[in-house]
């Protein structure tokens, strides 16, 4: 079993910054895929960006994240983050972290139905 708790969403300007992270607790950290989603109601949940957690591990942007977003990661505190930055309106969404179970791997798809474990989702609101 997990549990995956995000914050760090927020209010903020077209153009500014929010930093989410994901505390996983349980014995999954290691060797899994944890990515984040976001959703906006009646939109499919869409993947943003994962990273496979191992030292070094490989991450993994959507496109609509690529060259904005960054994700890192903290092993120590079992932390995953995603710093992101140029923020527009249309990222405004509830953003998820989920996990794969043990040794899942991350790739470009994001399926939804590939991640056992979800958080409660920290709302990202960006205004114009």
């Known amino acids: 079993q997990a549990l995956l708790v995000e914050s760090g969403g927020g209010s903020v300007r077209a153009g500014g910054s929010l930093r989410l992270s994901c505390v996983v607790s349980?014995?999954?950290?290691?060797?899994?895929?944890i990515s984040w989603f976001r959703q906006v109601p009646g939109k499919e949940r869409e993947g943003v960006a994962g990273?496979?957690?191992?030292?070094?591990?490989?991450?993994y942007y959507a496109d609509s994240a690529k060259r904005r977003f960054t994700l890192s990661q903290d092993g120590a505190k079992n932390t995953v983050y995603l710093q992101m930055t140029s923020l527009r309106s249309e990222d405004t969404a509830m953003y998820y972290c989920?996990?794969?179970?043990?040794?899942?791997?991350?790739?470009?798809?994001?399926?939804?139905?590939?991640?056992?474990?979800w958080g409660q989702g920290t709302q990202v609101t960006v205004s114009s």
């Open positions: 990273i496979y957690t191992t030292f070094g591990g490989a991450e």
């Open positions: 989920a996990a794969k179970g043990r040794r899942g791997v991350c790739d470009f798809l994001f399926d939804p139905d590939e991640y056992v474990y």
């Open positions: 349980g014995n999954i950290y290691s060797r899994t895929c």
